[in-house]
């Protein structure tokens, strides 16, 4: 069973950056989508960016221009690197996984995973 694991929450001020990984056990499919989500207490789980295995990427427009996606196949890793937070940017962070290539803007949806990391926390202080 195919599992991911996120890293590099914490907790920074506005305007500071953190990068999150997600090692993901195997990376071996031809097709593959990769995404990060965020979701805060009683909200539904958003996309924030999801990335295929071409590097192909797209970004929720809250995270346009501050927000990088990107992978190391090799390493079996996915990144975000965050800029410029800000306090509305706080939320556990998910990396989740789809074992075939992203539809846009469906790779943004929650439904289109079925395997998910345990979240990593980023909370950013005003």
């Known amino acids: 069973q195919l599992q991911l694991m996120e890293s590099g929450g914490g907790s920074v001020q506005a305007g500071g950056s953190l990068r999150l990984s997600c090692t993901i056990s195997?990376?071996?499919?031809?097709?593959?989508?990769m995404a990060w989500f965020r979701q805060v207490p009683g909200k539904e789980r958003e996309g924030v960016a999801a990335?295929?295995?071409?590097?192909?990427?797209r970004y929720t427009d809250s995270a346009k221009g501050r927000f990088t996606i990107s992978q190391d196949a090799a390493k079996n890793t996915l990144y975000l690197e965050m800029n410029s937070l800000k306090p509305e940017d706080t939320a556990m962070y998910y990396c989740?996984?789809?074992?075939?290539?992203?539809?846009?803007?469906?790779?943004?949806?929650?439904?289109?995973?079925?395997?998910w990391g345990q979240g990593t926390q980023v909370t950013v202080s005003s």
């Open positions: 989740a996984y789809l074992r075939r290539g992203c539809t846009w803007p469906l790779a943004l949806h929650q439904a289109q995973y079925g395997s």
């Open positions: 195997e990376l071996t499919d031809e097709r593959y989508c």
């Open positions: 990335i295929d295995r071409a590097d192909n990427s």
